[in-house]
């Protein structure tokens, strides 16, 4: 088994977290809000840190495309 590391989380600027309602200038309705989260979503985290292996060669995408009933 491979050692756990840390992973350090630098931005450049302010991050904001909003929630997952559609935002749009054309939504009307109770729907139509953007709530600001403390802390980004669970996704939100998997898809930075896929980011990451690809970017650092650890993974890579398959070379044939897959859908999603065959994986």
Do not use: H, Y
Not at 54 to 63: E, N, Q
């Amino acid at each position: 088994m491979r050692p756990v590391g840390s992973i350090l989380f630098e931005p450049n600027g302010p991050l904001m977290f909003r929630g997952p309602m559609e935002f749009m200038p054309t939504v009307r309705g109770p729907q139509a809000l953007a709530r600001t989260l403390p802390l980004p979503l669970p996704s939100t985290i998997a898809g930075c840190l896929a980011t990451l292996l690809l970017d650092k060669g650890v993974a890579s995408l398959p070379k044939t495309p897959v859908s999603w009933e065959d994986a």
